[in-house]
């Protein structure tokens, strides 16, 4: 019984610790600028970004504008990261040839929808091909299943990112990030 | 409507005259070829795909580089594949970013089809819906000296309309290697440390 409560309350806390993970990573690589549209996955990462000083958060109308964000605070010397739902994704195929074409380093933290629980099977025709469309656009691609795998994972991903000028994009499941009904 | 006479070459040898550090970036189509036409420079990086993202460019540059004056030159065709760009960049305010469209009302790169500002779709209007802080429309190179003292001291975010005329002049080709531009960009852009 004591066991179980034990792990109960790992999960709780761990539940709420995976975004201060991220944002952990965001200020060690020096992450500066982080383009997102609003959404509830999201919702504590970007809070957490909107209270930091060093970050430059940058609330956009479509995720298509992200590519552009990223490309242009490269140009100025400055890593930026984006998130977005796995909807999202899709919003950004044609964008994202900029980041190939010129090499741009790009780290993409995606929340799932229509893949666990989700109220709402609208979601499932993009939810469903979101991986391959960031492969076939030239991201690596990295899934993050619990909370527990939040931190190594983005860890990795940014190194590999911001030290390599690669795309990377970290599908974070529905189940750890939400959108439940 | 009286059809649109300035010259959209001359106009922009003007706006990048004596340019000095001023970092410009070159939208999609013939923008690029406009700034291209006025000398290789390494403070130029040119978009040759992504159509709709050249004013987000700038905001990620202006944002990184508070300490430079970043001009976006594009036109009507691309800015209205990225409208959204320019709500985006309202919220943020950058007080260093100014976006020339040069607005021919056709897509001049796909044999001059009209574009929505050919209707009457009006970008002015836009912009100063989306917080632009000095919103300018002209049709007359007499007025270019005044647009060019905008993109080094105005305070921004400016927007700059420019009707001009719907031509297709030669085409000037810079380099289309985007790692290239970059990292040349990157070297002659470089923050001291």
């Known amino acids: 019984m004591d066991g179980r409560t034990a792990t109960t309350a790992a999960h709780a806390h761990s539940d709420v610790a995976w975004p201060d993970r991220i944002h952990a990573h965001f200020k060690r690589v020096g992450v500066r600028q982080v383009g997102y549209v609003p959404d509830t996955g999201h919702s504590r990462l970007i809070k957490l970004c909107q209270a930091?000083?060093?970050?430059?958060?940058?609330v956009l109308t479509s995720e298509a504008e992200g590519a552009g964000l990223v490309a242009g605070a490269a140009l100025g010397g400055?890593?930026?990261?984006?998130?977005?739902?796995?909807?999202?994704?899709?919003?950004?195929?044609?964008?994202?040839?900029?980041?190939?074409?010129?090499?741009?380093?790009?780290?993409?933290?995606?929340?799932?929808?229509?893949?666990?629980?989700?109220?709402?099977?609208?979601?499932?025709?993009?939810?469903?091909i979101t991986e391959q469309v960031l492969k076939l656009c030239g991201f690596l691609t990295y899934r993050?299943?619990?909370?527990?795998?939040?931190?190594?994972?983005?860890?990795?991903?940014?190194?590999?990112?911001?030290?390599?000028?690669?795309?990377?994009?970290?599908?974070?499941?529905?189940?750890?990030a939400g959108h439940r009904r | 409507m009286t059809p649109a006479t300035l010259d959209r070459r001359e106009f922009v040898a003007q706006l990048l005259a004596d340019r000095g550090d001023l970092l410009v970036i070159g939208g999609l189509g013939s923008p690029t070829y406009d700034v291209a036409a006025c000398g290789e420079h390494a403070l130029n990086f040119y978009i040759w795909s992504a159509m709709g993202c050249a004013a987000m460019v700038g905001l990620g540059l202006a944002l990184a580089r508070p300490d430079r004056r970043v001009a976006v030159i594009?036109?009507?065709?691309?800015?209205?594949?990225?409208?959204?760009?320019?709500?985006?960049?309202?919220?943020?305010?950058?007080?260093?970013?100014?976006?020339?469209?040069?607005?021919?009302?056709?897509?001049?790169?796909?044999?001059?089809?009209?574009?929505?500002?050919?209707?009457?779709?009006?970008?002015?209007?836009?912009a100063q819906g989306c917080r632009f802080r000095q919103v300018v429309e002209l049709a007359d190179l007499a007025r270019a000296a005044e647009m060019r003292a905008l993109l080094h001291d105005g305070e921004g975010p400016v927007f700059i309309l420019a009707r001009v005329k719907a031509d297709d002049p030669p085409r000037v080709y810079p380099s289309l290697d985007g790692h290239a531009t970059k990292y040349r960009f990157m070297q002659a852009s470089v923050k001291p440390a």
Not at chain 1, 110 to 118: C, I, K, L, P
Not at chain 2, 99 to 111: E, P, Q, R
Request: charged residues 15%; aromatic residues 4%; glycine residues 10%.
């Open chain 1, 144 to 176: 993050a299943e619990h909370a527990e795998d939040v931190d190594a994972i983005v860890g990795s991903g940014c190194d590999m990112a911001y030290d390599g000028n690669l795309r990377i994009a970290i599908l974070l499941a529905q189940r750890l």
């Open chain 1, 52 to 58: 930091d000083p060093e970050i430059v958060d940058v």
């Open chain 2, 74 to 126: 594009t036109g009507d065709g691309e800015v209205l594949m990225g409208l959204g760009s320019l709500a985006t960049i309202g919220v943020k305010q950058p007080n260093n970013l100014a976006i020339v469209v040069l607005d021919n009302a056709h897509y001049g790169a796909t044999g001059m089809q009209p574009s929505h500002t050919n209707a009457g779709v009006d970008l002015v209007a836009v």
């Open chain 1, 78 to 128: 400055q890593r930026a990261a984006l998130l977005m739902q796995s909807s999202g994704v899709g919003n950004c195929i044609n964008m994202f040839s900029l980041l190939a074409n010129c090499r741009f380093p790009c780290l993409v933290l995606v929340t799932m929808r229509g893949e666990f629980a989700d109220f709402n099977p609208w979601q499932v025709p993009m939810g469903s």
